[in-house]
């Protein structure tokens, strides 16, 4: 897909590769966040490391990062250097350096990383266990495991199994491609043939399962966290894919419960009641079924129980009651700014290119998104409510 932008003289090439860690199998876990850090490791005319030099020596930046659904690269670099960054992608697409070593020195990378920002951030296990324990593992692994895998499954993975992951997943046919930006349509088409039209497709890859049914989470789990030296209680709903007609109506309705200071939660929990220090919450959509979160952190000599008591009062008065349409309004208002925030940059507007094709599997949705959002009413709103917000839907 190509994007001009001639506001400003930059590029992003922007790749999806359609692997996330909802392609991984039982026992093979982490592999797509393991590929996320491999890819800077070399290839056949890249020295490792070197993709990193390369791009921020010619004034550009980079990154990827992993996902339930796919993982993304993307480096934003002058126009004049549109030729370096296709040719990086292509170049580590048709020849990463898979071996022994980049395997054992990324593995240990993975597992710090794993060590710092899970098992040594105060709630961080707890949260994250929360977004995989609404599916179960037998039914639908893709999402009831670790978005970052095990440590088990890292340590005894074998170059040969992470091999035969690269050349299943990391092929042409299990991509799509952004150039967003300053840069000619007409070269843009001639450099990506050039540089990526030898490399070979792979077999298709198999096709994500999950067997998942709203209404059977219900329960409730407590934990033991080292590093929180004050109590916390939060709340997990499953929440329907982003393709799905009732996912901006749940979008605002959550939005209006935890997003921002004047969100429900914060109003009751923080300002009224002073039960809490702090509330927050935050959403994944995915192309199968996501996961909302709340948390809220108890004040000094506020029981636990009474924070999860407040909690459920909130979550269901959006189910009981009618929503005043100014809390509509503003949650819209929200979206909408968010969207636009979002695609001010070339990176931005990549990135929702790729979503509406990939997630939403309609490339118009980039258009129309917004329009999904402002037609919500607040019936809407009490209908999804009751349906995705009700207690037998709680973690």
Same mark, same amino acid.
């Given at each position: 897909?190509?994007?001009?932008? #001639? ?9 999806? /590769? #359609?692997? $996330? ?12 966040? @393991?590929?996320? #850090?491999?890819? +800077? ?9 070197? #993709? +990193? &030099?390369?791009?921020?020596?010619? $004034?550009?930046? =980079? ?22 960054? =296709? ?23 993975? &597992? ?26 037998? $039914? ?5 495991? @670790? ?6 499954? =890292?340590?005894?993975? *074998? ?9 299943? /997943? ?5 991509? !799509? ?11 843009? *088409?001639?450099?990506?043939?050039? +540089? ?27 934990? !033991? ?5 004050? %109590? ?7 929440? %329907?894919?982003?393709?799905? %007609? ?18 429900? @939660? ?13 509330? &927050?919450? +935050? ?61 001010? !940059?070339?990176? $931005? ?23 999904? /959002? ?13 349906? /995705? =917000?009700? %207690?037998?839907?709680? @973690?």
């Amino acid at each position: 897909m190509l994007s001009e932008d #001639h506001s400003t003289p930059i590029v992003t090439v922007n790749l999806w /590769y #359609h692997v $996330g860690s909802a392609n991984e199998v039982p026992g093979r876990s982490g592999f797509a966040h @393991l590929f996320e #850090h491999m890819m +800077f490791q070399g290839s056949a005319n890249v020295r490792k490391a070197e #993709h +990193f &030099q390369l791009v921020e020596r010619s $004034g550009g930046g =980079l990154n990827a990062s992993t996902n339930w659904d796919f993982t993304n690269y993307y480096q934003t670099v002058p126009s004049n250097r549109l030729n370096l960054a =296709l040719w990086l992608e292509a170049d580590r697409m048709r020849s990463l350096a898979v071996n022994q070593e980049n395997l054992d020195n990324q593995r240990q990378a993975v &597992q710090e990383e794993l060590r710092l920002r899970i098992d040594n951030q105060p709630y961080a296990r707890a949260i994250w266990e929360g977004f995989s324990q609404p599916f179960d593992s037998t $039914g639908c692994f893709a999402y009831g495991h @670790l978005l970052a895998g095990s440590m088990q499954d =890292l340590d005894s993975a *074998r170059v040969e199994d992470v091999h035969a992951f690269f050349r299943q /997943y990391y092929a042409p046919n299990n991509a !799509t491609l952004v150039v967003a930006g300053d840069f000619d349509p007409g070269e843009a *088409r001639r450099l990506i043939e050039q +540089f990526f039209g030898g490399v070979p497709r792979q077999s298709d890859a198999p096709p994500t399962r999950c067997e998942f049914r709203f209404g059977s989470v219900g329960r409730r789990v407590e934990r !033991t966290d080292r590093n929180a030296n004050i %109590p916390a209680v939060s709340f997990f709903f499953p929440s %329907p894919p982003r393709s799905d %007609p009732d996912a901006p109506a749940f979008d605002l309705v959550t939005s209006i419960l935890y997003d921002g200071e004047s969100s429900r @939660l914060n109003r009751r929990l923080v300002r009224a009641e002073r039960a809490a220090l702090a509330v &927050q919450g +935050f959403g994944f959509q995915r192309r199968g079924p996501g996961v909302v979160f709340s948390l809220a952190v108890a004040n000094a000599g506020v029981p636990t129980a009474r924070i999860e008591e407040l909690m459920a009062e909130e979550v269901a008065k959006l189910w009981a009651d009618s929503i005043p349409h100014a809390e509509l309004v503003k949650a819209q208002n929200q979206a909408r700014a968010a969207a636009i925030r979002d695609r001010q !940059t070339t990176f $931005g507007k990549a990135e929702a290119l790729q979503a509406a094709l990939f997630i939403d599997g309609d490339l118009e949705s980039v258009n129309t998104e917004m329009e999904r /959002y402002l037609r919500v009413s607040t019936a809407d709103l009490r209908r999804v409510a009751q349906r /995705y =917000l009700a %207690p037998e839907n709680r @973690l």
